[in-house]
């Protein structure tokens, strides 16, 4: 991750790396260069097992204010949605869902559309209390993309989603998490500090454990009873015949915190 990025700032720390959009002209929108930038950095992160947390924020008070409508071409009657839906941002839902470490959202300003989508598929929304989440698709005549409408329904359920879908409105953190939209609603002030205490968690825990835990959550969604008990079953043997578990075990009767980072 020492490439120059143009869309992206990149910071690395000890356990976790921070990526922040950046695009403040633009309220961080969304365009080709800056997915691909995200997805490769996301990629890349989660190859590096020095690394166990990974943090997207916005530059300049933003989050995003979703997809750049300007990159998609002024003939305005021939604009290639599919396309664009399939090759730029399905990729990066899917990696982001799929990425074995855990993945936070500082939310330090609006999430609109797109914006919205990449902020919900994060494992983990941490939001300032002036900060909000909308789904403006409805407002220019779109449907929701990026994932949202699979957010929303598990979330939410479908009075909820339905509501909050169709009207675009701005739901602010107090209610995002009030209704469980979202993680944590926390002062400006004190963003960073409860969205580092996250990260202290997570970069101490067993990265087996979390990520074998973030992948049964997913696939248990479309399971029934039977299937889920199986698959714990299944997971429990694999994660349980590795490394972390001794340490886990050790520590328990050692009666110290365990050092999964070894």
Not at 1 to 9: K, P, R, V
Not at 100 to 125: E, R, V
Not at 132 to 158: C, Q, R, W
Request: net charge negative.
């Amino acid at each position: 991750m020492d490439m120059d990025y143009n869309c992206i700032i990149v910071t690395e720390h000890k356990g976790w790396v921070e990526i922040t959009l950046n695009r403040p002209k633009v309220y961080n929108a969304l365009n080709k260069d800056l997915l691909e930038e995200l997805l490769e950095v996301i990629t890349e992160a989660e190859r590096d097992n020095k690394l166990r947390c990974i943090v997207i924020t916005g530059q300049g008070g933003v989050f995003c204010s979703g997809q750049d409508l300007k990159s998609v071409g002024e003939d305005l009657e021939n604009i290639p949605f599919a396309k664009i839906v399939r090759e730029q941002y399905n990729p990066l839902i899917l990696k982001i869902r799929q990425c074995s470490k855990t993945i936070i959202c500082k939310l330090n300003g609006l999430a609109a559309g797109a914006g919205c989508s990449l902020a919900l598929a994060c494992d983990l929304i941490v939001a300032s209390k002036d900060a909000y989440l909308a789904e403006i698709f409805p407002h220019i005549g779109l449907v929701m993309d990026g994932g949202s409408t699979y957010f929303l329904l598990n979330k939410l359920g479908y009075t909820k989603a339905y509501e909050i879908a169709t009207t675009g409105r701005k739901v602010y953190a107090d209610e995002a998490e009030k209704i469980g939209l979202i993680t944590k609603s926390v002062d400006s002030s004190g963003l960073n500090e409860v969205v580092q205490q996250y990260i202290d968690v997570y970069t101490n825990a067993s990265s087996t454990a979390v990520g074998g835990i973030k992948e049964m959550l997913h696939k248990a969604a479309g399971m029934s009873l039977d299937e889920v008990l199986e698959m714990e079953a299944e997971f429990q043997q694999k994660v349980g015949g590795g490394k972390d578990f001794i340490e886990g075990i050790r520590a328990f009767l050692e009666k110290r915190k365990p050092n999964f980072n070894q």
